[in-house]
């Protein structure tokens, strides 16, 4: 977006229009191009969230969740995968080096 708008800065100003004009039309090419990639990115971003985490030894089977997860900070599993009771009793805590 912002290439765009700079290659076509000297196009505008050829035509004549005031700063105000070259300012509006610079947003209109990055509101146009902007929105158009943000699904690419996010996908990349995802892609390489998950490629980190199979290093890591970790299996995600719903990609989509993935920046969910992101912000969280404690994770609770049940071992069958379904909660069996009304209550979580924590058993043990598994702290990763780099929280230390």
């Known amino acids: ?9 000297p196009t505008l100003m050829q035509h004549g229009l005031s700063s105000l004009d070259l300012l509006l039309h610079a947003c ?3 509101t146009i191009a902007v929105p158009a990639f ?4 996010i996908l990349v ?8 985490l199979r290093t890591a ?4 089977i719903a990609p989509s969740r993935v ?7 404690t994770i609770c599993f049940d071992k069958t995968g379904t909660l069996t009771e009304d209550t979580v009793g924590i058993v043990g805590v598994i702290v990763p080096p780099t929280a230390l």
């Open 28 to 30: 209109d090419i990055v």
């Open 45 to 52: 971003g995802v892609e390489f969230a998950l490629h980190r």
């Open 1 to 9: 977006a912002a290439l765009g708008t700079l290659l076509s800065i």
């Open 57 to 60: 030894r970790v299996f995600c």
């Open 67 to 73: 920046n969910i997860a992101g912000q969280l900070d």
């Open 38 to 41: 943000l699904p690419l990115s």
